[in-house]
């Protein structure tokens, strides 16, 4: 009888990533139908709901599995670098690293497939959907931890968002300002993850190439992220009195 495969196998992982993904689909389309009207009501191009549910990913599920991925090194079986430098191709990856990258994945694409998104966050999920299916297949070599990390805190920076979208009327916009560092450490610490760990790669020439894309391509689209936001603060009058208020103290 052959041996089972380990979890942190490639196939494994992309299995595991369908079969949550189902599951998120069918978890998402019964809540759309079984929540009251006014949960349904569309904020931002998404139902209320799916505010809720992406916060709820974003504030417990992401949190809870990235300690899982880093208990390892919590633990002393493994020192940090060798577990930002894992890969699921070697079978170096430790299991929690392979449960945040399904959770993650089917967190994306069953909103790609089953809940109301813009056209913008919809090409954003694409693009994450590519970019963790390639390093857990090891296009993008020795990535399970830093990409762990680095889309952790991503979502970090996403909480804030769905914490201003299920804001009852103007609330929302009210406290974006003041929840705009957390959105820009966000985005900071993730390209300076990136940067970091393209510029001490000691891989083959082509693995450096794709990272050095990867770096380019990651950073560019958490700048257009902050962007975003910025220009949804500049928008309001009451993000406009802070930001003046802030000036005019410095």
């Known amino acids: 009888m052959p041996d089972a495969q380990p979890v942190s196998e490639p196939t494994m992982v992309l299995a595991l990533c369908v079969a949550a993904t189902l599951l998120e689909v069918t978890l998402v389309l019964v809540l759309h139908r079984a929540v009251p009207s006014g949960w ?12 809720y549910f992406g916060g709820f990913h974003q504030g417990v599920v992401f949190p809870v599995t ?15 670098g060798a ?22 994945v089917a967190y994306w694409a069953k909103d790609c497939l089953a809940v109301k998104l813009s056209a913008l966050i919809w090409a954003h999920h694409l693009v994450c959907l590519l ?9 993008l070599p020795r990535s399970a931890g830093i990409y762990t990390l680095g889309a952790a805190v991503l979502e970090f920076g996403s909480l804030a ?4 979208e299920v804001q009852p009327g103007q609330r929302g916009q009210a406290i974006r300002p003041y929840l705009t560092p957390m959105m820009a450490s966000s985005n900071a610490t993730a390209i300076g993850l990136v940067v970091w760990y393209t510029c001490a790669f000691d891989g083959a020439t082509r693995e450096t190439i794709v990272w050095s894309v990867a770096a380019a391509v ?3 689209l958490s700048v257009v992220r902050q962007q975003e936001w910025n220009s949804r603060v500049k928008t309001n009058e009451v993000g406009e009195r802070f930001r003046k208020a802030v000036k005019g103290s410095s």
């Open 131 to 139: 970019s963790a299916s390639a390093s857990i297949c090891g296009f």
């Open 40 to 51: 349904r009501r569309e904020v931002s191009g998404s139902p209320l709901w799916s505010w």
């Open 161 to 164: 968002n769905s914490v201003c």
């Open 218 to 220: 990651g950073s560019a």
């Open 83 to 104: 577990w930002i430098r894992s890969s699921f191709s070697d079978g170096s990856a430790p299991e929690g690293c392979v449960w945040f990258h399904v959770a993650l």
């Open 66 to 80: 990235t300690a899982l991925a880093l208990w390892p090194v919590f633990t002393g079986d493994m020192t940090f």
